[in-house]
């Protein structure tokens, strides 16, 4: 029955093999898997019996499921969750085997460790204080995931998404627009991190509804960083964005907020944008350039925010030699006390 129907289902590309079984080794054992040829095609598989998740007691279902095929060409799954023992009982594990589906289909519950935690959670709420404690504490104890407790289980056709990046920055540019799009509408929600070994430069954040997001941190160092965008259902793309050395190139250097009640602000002098205050911010720019002063410089300060009011929006700094700074102030008000988020864009 195994070999005919569920290595068939493994190989037509599902996501997930879910097999509650009837009793230990009765219908499935490690040999089993020896013909499957499902590539990379690899489910999540929940085997809720006795015996399918020993980890002391030679190979069992759970670890061949992980165990089958090489990196160059890998077979099984993405990940097993099985029960290590052979007292388990049928209404315990109907709640775990039952729990963790619901988590992963209706709660969309996508990590398979969370998948698998959700079981126990279940088992928790039906039997704690109702039926026996001790089958919780067993039950959680047996059951076992084999595989990456962090990878995110896919249920649906991964979709091809599109980064758009700047190819190329200056040295110490401190931040990278990051737009993704699926078929040309924006995606909201997909995690993007960027990535540069030396200095150990790291970033990351969530595409908002306009399927945009800034990357801040300082690329101090020549060379490549990496852009990767992950999402639920969605193809990982990996992209890279060359730092280059510019003759004359500016970079933010610091913003002070000013709310000291003197010379048209209003505040509680605490340094800090609070709702209802008008506050001057003091905007230090730097020419982290390499060889040239930087000349014919002007600013626009922007915000797509609510319940802001910029009062002084366009600005004009001289020039700024190399490693020399200069600053400009800009006048902003904090209207309304449901504002949340400040989203501030200064553009040169």
């Known amino acids: 029955m195994f070999s005919r129907l569920y290595l068939r289902h493994s190989e037509s590309g599902v996501s997930v093999v879910n097999h509650r079984l009837s009793w230990g080794n009765s219908e499935m054992n490690p040999p089993d898997l020896d013909g499957l040829a499902n590539g990379r095609k690899n ?3 929940a085997v809720i019996t006795c015996g399918m998740g020993w980890y002391n007691n030679g190979e069992s279902v759970t670890e061949a499921w ?21 007292s388990t009982r049928v209404a315990e594990n109907n709640i775990v085997d039952g729990g963790a589906m619901m988590g992963l289909f209706a709660k969309d519950i996508r990590e398979q460790s969370l998948v698998m935690m959700n079981g126990k959670l279940e088992l928790y709420r039906n039997f704690w204080d109702n039926v026996s404690t001790t089958s919780v504490e067993e039950f959680s104890a047996w059951c076992n995931l084999m595989g990456d407790a962090a990878v ?3 249920l649906h056709t991964p979709q091809a998404i599109v980064a758009s990046d700047p190819s190329v920055v200056n040295r110490y540019t401190n931040n990278i627009p990051v737009q993704v799009t699926l078929n040309g509408n924006p995606v909201e929600g997909a995690l993007v991190g960027l990535y540069q070994k030396s200095p150990n430069v790291f970033a990351r954040g969530y595409t908002d509804v306009n399927g945009e997001v800034n990357l801040a941190d300082t690329l101090s160092d020549l060379g490549w960083v990496y852009i990767t965008v992950t999402g639920t259902d969605l193809k990982t793309i990996r992209d890279s964005v060359q730092v280059v050395s510019a003759a004359a190139t500016l970079a933010l250097s610091t913003v002070q907020v000013d709310d000291d009640n003197f010379g048209g602000t209003t505040g509680n002098d605490d340094g800090i944008l609070n709702p209802g205050e008008i506050v001057d911010l003091g905007v230090v720019l730097i020419n982290r350039g390499s060889s040239a002063t930087a000349t014919g410089i002007s600013s626009v300060l922007s915000t797509t925010a609510s319940g802001l009011q910029i009062q002084s929006a366009n600005s004009t700094y001289p020039d700024i030699s190399i490693s020399g700074t200069a600053a400009q102030i800009l006048r902003l008000e904090w209207k309304s006390a449901q504002f949340k988020m400040l989203n501030l864009w200064r553009s040169f």
């Open 43 to 45: 489910p999540f598989v």
């Open 152 to 154: 995110p289980l896919i």
């Open 66 to 86: 992980v165990r089958r095929g090489t990196p160059a060409s890998p077979v099984g799954a993405i990940g097993a969750m099985g029960m290590c023992g052979n």
